[in-house]
């Protein structure tokens, strides 16, 4: 908490504006590109006066891009929501809100996604159900850019890791399950490092 994580994300997105340096998007200025650079935030920002069923439609209408009504079928079964997509955003629980926004997120087909501790909220059985989801989305090469504490998530997923420290990059990482588990991340992390 507090390393500039989400920072990161947001001027990753171009939600945020550099102090200094630019940030580019396959060697353009990032503006050139935002449209395709779409950041899930832990706030999630699910409209509270739609249910989740009209916060979809919205996405689809308003990008011809986007996927389609038997996609979004299919997304919302694999994410085990789409009994739920009747309700508000405030009939939902933590964990089901945290599924709904990352459908919206899938639908609008974006190039990159970036995820802001996108398993926090959610149980062993769906966050490997919601990793499943993501590496198939990542085959169809959609590139990805994660934040999160989550060693499940950092093994099965993602396949560089960096640690970000009081606003600074110390540089990149090999995670594999056995060095999670040899750090105590898995269940309490042993040093004041990883614990950070």
Not at 46 to 53: D, F, Q, V
Not at 62 to 75: D, H, M, Q, R, V
Not at 87 to 95: A, M, V
Request: aromatic share 4%; net charge neutral; glycine share 8%.
């Amino acid at each position: 908490s507090g390393s500039g994580k989400s920072s990161l994300l947001r001027l990753a997105a171009g939600q945020l504006t550099p102090q200094s340096g630019t940030v580019t998007l396959e060697g353009n200025a990032l503006a050139a590109n935002q449209h395709e650079v779409i950041l899930l935030h832990q706030e999630l920002n699910l409209w509270p006066h739609l249910t989740i069923e009209e916060s979809l439609s919205l996405i689809q209408k308003g990008n011809p891009a986007s996927l389609g009504a038997e996609e979004k079928n299919l997304l919302s079964e694999c994410l085990g929501i789409s009994n739920l997509l009747h309700r508000y955003p405030r009939q939902l629980s933590g964990g089901q809100r945290q599924r709904a926004a990352l459908l919206r997120v899938l639908l609008a087909r974006p190039k990159y996604i970036l995820l802001d501790e996108p398993t926090s909220a959610l149980d062993t059985e769906t966050t490997e159900t919601v990793i499943n989801m993501l590496s198939q989305v990542k085959q169809q090469g959609v590139g990805f850019l994660i934040s999160s504490h989550d060693p499940r998530l950092l093994t099965a997923f993602c396949d560089r890791h960096f640690i970000l420290e009081h606003g600074n990059l110390r540089g990149e990482m090999k995670l594999e399950s056995s060095a999670i588990e040899d750090m105590g991340i898995a269940s309490r992390p042993k040093t004041a490092h990883t614990q950070r």
